[in-house]
């Protein structure tokens, strides 16, 4: 079999809130490091802000990708509530994400864009991050539905 399937996933906490402490965060990564291997996935680079992560990887190609992500997902979730004391206000991971496949070539420029994440967002929200992203790679935003699924019901 020959593949190449790059896949750069952004996906944020619920409601977009801070609930991933910078002090901690690398226990959520190597969770997302093992939870790749054991899905026969090849993770590149995991990093993130306090309120969304980013992920470069390789999917295995008999797993589809809304699968591989809805369990993530969930499964981190749960991983993370179990580290009340490290993520006390990690309530969960909000409804929307985005998915873009890039080349071989790609890579290292998608792996140093994640690995600045702390640097870049100085001066990007994850809101206009997650809109220029889409625009850079074709996908029409829905005004009406931006970001809408994650908001807190009132």
Same mark, same amino acid.
């Given at each position: 079999?020959?593949?190449?399937? =790059?896949?750069?996933?952004? +996906?944020?906490?619920?409601?977009?809130?801070?609930?991933?402490?910078?002090?901690?965060?690398?226990?959520?990564?190597?969770?997302?490091?093992?939870f790749?291997?054991?899905?026969?996935?090849?993770? %590149?680079?995991?990093?993130?802000?306090?309120?969304?992560?980013h992920?470069?990887? *390789?999917?295995?190609?008999?797993?589809?990708?809304?699968?591989? =992500?809805? *369990?993530?997902?969930?499964?981190?979730?749960?991983?993370?509530?179990?580290?009340?004391?490290?993520?006390?206000? +990690?309530?969960?991971?909000?409804?929307? %994400?985005?998915?873009?496949?890039?080349?071989?070539?790609?890579?290292?420029?998608?792996?140093?864009?994640?690995k600045?994440?702390?640097?870049?967002?100085?001066?990007?929200? %994850?809101? *206009?991050?997650?809109?220029?992203?889409?625009?850079?790679?074709?996908v029409?935003?829905?005004?009406?539905?931006?970001?809408? *699924?994650?908001?807190?019901?009132?």
């Amino acid at each position: 079999m020959y593949k190449n399937l =790059l896949y750069h996933i952004v +996906f944020s906490t619920k409601y977009r809130e801070d609930t991933i402490t910078i002090e901690h965060e690398t226990i959520l990564y190597k969770f997302i490091w093992k939870f790749a291997q054991e899905n026969k996935s090849v993770l %590149y680079r995991v990093g993130g802000m306090p309120n969304h992560i980013h992920i470069l990887i *390789d999917i295995h190609p008999t797993i589809a990708i809304s699968d591989f =992500l809805r *369990d993530l997902k969930s499964t981190s979730s749960g991983f993370l509530k179990k580290f009340e004391k490290e993520f006390p206000k +990690f309530i969960g991971w909000g409804k929307t %994400y985005g998915i873009f496949s890039y080349s071989s070539k790609e890579k290292e420029t998608i792996i140093n864009y994640i690995k600045n994440q702390k640097t870049h967002h100085t001066s990007e929200t %994850y809101e *206009d991050e997650l809109r220029r992203l889409l625009i850079e790679n074709g996908v029409e935003i829905n005004e009406e539905y931006f970001l809408k *699924d994650d908001e807190p019901q009132a």
